[in-house]
DNA sequence: GTTATATTACGTTACGTAGCGTAACATTAA
DNA sequence: TTAATGTTACGCTACGTAACGTAATATAAC
């Protein structure tokens, strides 16, 4: 009796869990270290123990690696669960943001952002999953304001949004300015001033 | 009498001043056309019909090429001089960064932001030149409005800055929206509202 | 003035290196 | 048997530099 064939994924031997998560591990490490231009498929296959044909097999180039192990390091932000309003809780998100952005974290993001310049499929990424994470995040709490008439309602969330997500990129990759939790309060301070 | 050395630069053969100019035109047509990645030495000395070695007597590294070609081709902001108050000289200036960034003048002005990220020498110079000579521009016109008490004053001129072009360059690089003249107006309605 | 000489710009050629992306083949795990 | 992985080996692009010769200009010697 001919059997069906087996579908890919059951044939066969299968892939190394580890591998996948060594060569993570290493980009990721790398790219906070010396940013992107660090992360060479060679000083990653070094660095992970892993030949370098297998990364081709998992990833296209270095900066797709980069950005699969800068989205998996980063994960939904949730600096904002015990607060007691949803005002705190949009102020302790965006908190931790400038904490992340101030710390080495930040340098990984504006490489990202940088690599993101360059190649499509990398914007795309990084846009889908960092960019929009932390939007959705923002929006909801800042929905929540609104809707509990805790702040004056802006005239458009999304405009909000740039206007507080703006000046922090802003800041990290320019550089002219530190990235501090006071400077959040005040750009807060201005765009959804808070009511009475 | 023994003579003092003439200054160096007018010692020897002197540069033909056609070799920099066309250099930094081919490194400013290939940025505009294939980005960044595109502005490599061997790519610039054939279109400039200049050897690479001529190339690094000028520069250090093809990075530094584009920023130099980028920074000369990006004139100090002028569109505000026609302007009848110091509020619509302000608004015609931003204006004209929006069209600016939503042209493909704006795929190389992410580009060199991109390429600061990696080179504190090119950070430093795109920081001192191109972000400066905007900020400052629009400072001066911002406290004439604010001393003609033509706007609610904000708090600190530093974080309107930050407010008014964070946006804009967050626009640009994510590309999650586009920049037109009327997202101006209204980060502008926020950060400045008008008086009265 | 004319002629040497120093100095600098530029081209040509060549070199070694890094990193890329791919291909061929052997080995290993299911 | 099938697919994952390692090993090795290519060819390629671009880099950055070095060596050498030549062109252009200024200064100094005569």
Redesign the interface.
């Known amino acids: 009796m001919a059997s069906q064939p087996l579908p890919k994924s059951a044939r066969g031997r299968p892939r190394d869990p580890r591998t996948r998560v060594a060569i993570l591990a290493a980009a990721r490490a790398l790219l906070e270290r010396g ?3 660090a992360v060479t498929i060679e000083a990653i296959a070094q660095k992970a123990g892993v030949s370098r044909p297998t990364i081709y097999r998992y990833w296209s180039n270095a900066p797709a690696v980069a950005m699969a192990a800068f989205l998996e390091a980063t994960g939904a932000p949730d600096a904002a669960r015990k607060a007691a309003t949803p005002l705190a809780a949009l102020r302790a998100q965006l908190h931790a943001v400038a904490d992340a952005f101030a710390a080495p974290t930040g340098r990984s993001v ?2 990202m ?6 190649e499509t499929e990398l ?1 795309k990424a990084f ?1 889908n999953e960092f ?1 929009a994470r932390n939007r959705d995040a923002t929006r909801v709490l800042l929905e929540q304001c609104i809707a509990k008439k805790l702040v004056s309602s ?3 969330t ?2 909000a949004l ?2 507080i ?7 990290l ?5 530190p990235i501090t939790r006071s400077f959040v309060d ?2 807060l ?3 959804i001033p808070a009511r009475d």
Not at 165 to 171: I, K, M, S, T, V
């Open positions: 940013g992107l231009t504006a490489a952002v940088a690599a993101a310049q360059s914007a846009r960019i802006p005239a458009e999304d405009l740039d206007l997500f703006g000046p922090l990129f802003y800041r990759l320019m550089g002219h300015a005040r750009l301070d201005v765009v």
